[in-house]
């Protein structure tokens, strides 16, 4: 049964009983962060817990305990005399409405005033050009387009959660974003799960920062909306939630320098040729005609990231650099054509939803053509042996920490931040694993070598990277077409380790 604001009952007459000011939140989702759903980012806080799982998504203990007061509370006797039951009933119902009206009130309040302190000063286009992280900026830049593209951007996003379908987003999305999103719509098909997203009100938007990424620039967006988010799944109704949303998100815009004057937002056509794009273009978002990859941020602004606004205001223990990454990536961003710190993250998160979508379906086959054949070894037992599946999976956060070259290779250190909540299905029916949505700090790493040039394809979109033929999962790692291993280190960032925090600081920073 849905759980409205009566099924949220015992929760809520603990709270009177007790006389303190908080309301819990409930597990609901929504289309953030190619799935921040609501008990990630902004609402799910928690404390820290030890643990590692050996490499990859593992089976041990802890991590992150996510920060759901639950719905665990109960009824319990109130132990009073006398009176009139019925006359309590009321009293107390009565309270009970009240008290979830302030609270709605307040955390709106609250959401308010956060969003206009974190962008007091909203930027204009002379500031922007003027600006010395936007020094591609020209004195005519369209800020009012950016935004509007922005709006529509938010729109057919949540539209596209509703329905499941990343068809209407695609040609603006990066590969690793709809990634993101693609897990997500393959866990809720398994588990019979829908989620639309009504009364959708987008309240303000504002440029919060303007960033400088080798040949790309990057815009920092926040988004104040509100809607009201409904989930049901058809194998537990238990697990059904309903409620009004009023939130902020930060959304990353990511386009190449020198790209003006296009519009992928409100046109059907290839940017570069004019010619139809396929309704459905998939992994792969490119032109059939003139083989142009829209989604490049080469003819448009494109969404390269959906952060909850603590991820986005956190001053992440995890995320700390390494000294000297400044300094390695302006040297990489020289060397190599194709380097920008977003779009690698952006293949990091790629290569991590591919491996989670490989544990929850048991198919290591799935990751097998961009990872090391070491890292295969380690991993593709666990992921045979992996039973559940996601009922939540969410990134938090993608950040470049590390960059080093080791024997003819250029190494890269990631931090993720994964949210999730583990589900089996026994009978035709869920059941829940984690009771609460939890949190695992993780560190990919990927490797390519030091001479390697831009490739004709990429490997997690299921092409070639040398010879750009398209690629199967299978267990096979030489290319049907040119014969070259898939996952060479010379064609394309290869995925060479993924283990816990624990494990990255014992192996790196020892004692």
């Known amino acids: 049964m849905q759980k409205t604001l009566f099924s949220r009952f015992p929760a809520v007459v603990s709270i009177v009983l007790l006389g303190m000011p908080f309301f819990s939140e409930v597990l609901i989702a929504r289309a953030g962060g190619g799935g921040g759903s609501h008990g990630g980012g902004s609402h799910g ?24 007061s639950g719905h665990g509370a109960y009824y319990g006797n109130s132990g009073h005399s006398g009176g009139s039951p019925l006359l309590t009933i009321i009293v107390l119902v009565i309270s009970i409405y009240v008290i979830y009206r302030l ?25 922007i050009a003027e ?48 990634q993101r999103f693609n897990t997500q719509f393959r866990m809720m098909s398994l588990l019979r799960q829908s989620n639309p997203l009504t009364n959708i009100r987008i309240l303000d938007v504002r440029v919060d920062s303007i960033e400088h990424d ?54 059907p056509k290839c940017p570069n040729c004019g010619a139809p794009l396929s309704e459905n273009m998939g992994e792969l978002c490119k032109c059939r005609y003139c083989n142009a990859m829209v989604n490049s941020g080469e003819f448009d602004w494109v969404l390269a990231e959906i952060t909850q606004e603590d991820d986005y205001r956190r001053e992440g223990r995890f995320t700390e650099k390494m000294a000297g990454l400044d300094e390695k990536v302006r040297e990489m961003v020289s060397t190599y054509g194709d380097f920008a710190v977003q779009l690698l993250e952006d ?17 290591p086959s799935l990751m097998r053509r961009f990872v090391t054949d070491a890292l295969f070894r380690q991993l593709a037992p666990q992921i045979e042996k992996h039973q559940e599946i996601f009922n939540r999976i969410f990134l938090n956060n993608v950040t470049l920490i590390g960059a080093e070259k080791i024997d003819n290779m250029n190494l890269l250190i990631f931090s993720l931040a994964c949210s999730y909540q583990r589900a089996l299905i026994t009978n035709n029916s869920v059941k829940l694993v984690d009771p609460e949505i939890v949190m695992r700090e993780e560190v990919l790493m990927l490797n390519r070598d030091i001479g390697a040039g831009e490739g004709k394809g990429s490997i997690y979109q299921h092409n070639c990277p040398l010879c750009g033929g398209p690629v199967k999962d299978t267990l096979d790692i030489k290319c049907s077409f040119c014969g070259s291993p898939l996952n060479s280190t010379a064609n394309d960032w290869i995925v060479c380790a993924l283990m816990s925090r624990s494990d990255y600081m014992k192996e790196f920073y020892p004692g």
């Open 45 to 68: 806080g928690g404390s820290h817990g030890g643990g590692s799982h050996g490499g990859g998504f593992g089976h041990g203990a802890g991590g992150y305990s996510g920060g759901y």
């Open 103 to 127: 609270v709605v009130y307040f955390r709106n309040s609250s959401n308010n005033r956060r969003f206009n302190a974190a962008a007091t000063v909203q930027p204009t286009a002379g500031t």
């Open 131 to 178: 600006s010395r992280e936007f020094p591609a900026a020209k004195s005519d830049f369209d800020l009012d387009g950016l935004l509007s593209k922005v709006r529509k951007a938010f729109i057919e996003v949540q539209t596209a959660w509703s329905e499941q379908n990343s068809d209407r987003m695609r040609r603006f999305i990066t590969d690793g974003v709809y």
């Open 214 to 267: 080798g040949m790309y620039d990057i815009a920092n967006v926040a988004i104040h909306a509100s809607m009201n988010d409904k989930f049901e799944c058809a194998l537990n109704h238990e697990l059904d939630e309903e409620g009004d949303n009023d939130f902020v998100e930060y959304w990353s815009f990511l386009r190449k320098r020198g790209a003006e004057g296009k519009n992928i937002y409100d046109s």
């Open 347 to 363: 293949k990091a998160s790629n290569a991590y939803m591919q491996i989670m979508m490989a544990y929850a379906t048991h198919d």
